[in-house]
């Protein structure tokens, strides 16, 4: 029993490494190493290197499930203006993409060699979406965010507003990365250097990564409605 403790507390004390490390594994094996998805396009590994391996992770470090944000967001009239303004942002930063950088010439490229229609094609990066949108929000805005924002303000007892700008700048490195080892264009890490933090302050500040999720979903559903149209 007590050796049984010894390491339970073990894990707790290394538990932002831990899931550091975790999140590291998720994206370098599901990138590189086992990429299995359905001939619908469902992405089966994210589901399980994205979802099901940190939440025995979490477990593992003692996170009570209820800390990562998977409740009801906590929305204020304040909120929902500041919601309504990045929507507007975002729709003049497609606008600008789509008339003026050429970013989205080799997206419709590949949209064409895959078959000329395009609702099937939509379909198939609907269900495509599916699996990696709430995959790739639990890994980086409920478990790096607020499972380590649980850990500096509960156990490591530090400032509310130093604990969130240590993960939101964690989570950004991790989505910035992620994006340039994917050999993306520069336009998209660039532009998450503003996206990231906003995610992930909307979700420090519902409680919630909900509307962060949705915010994305959004995101993802313009960008290939532009594609077709491109």
Known sequence: MEEAMNRRNLLQRNAILILVFTALIA???????FRWKTEDGFYSSWVLLRIVFPLLMVWMVGIPFRQLGLGRPGVDAGLWRAFLIIIAGGALIFIGLYFFSGYFDTYS??????GPDAVARLKRFLIFSSSTIPAWEFLHRSVLLMGIYYILTQREEVQERIAKQVCIALVCAFEVLFHFIKEKSCVEPLTLLIGSPILSYLTLRTGSIWIALILHALVELSFIVLVILS
Do not use: A, E, H, S
Request: hydrophobic residues 30%; without cysteine; charged residues 25%.
């Open 109 to 114: 490229d590949n949209f064409r060699r895959n």
């Open 27 to 33: 994206q370098i094996v599901g990138q590189y190493l």
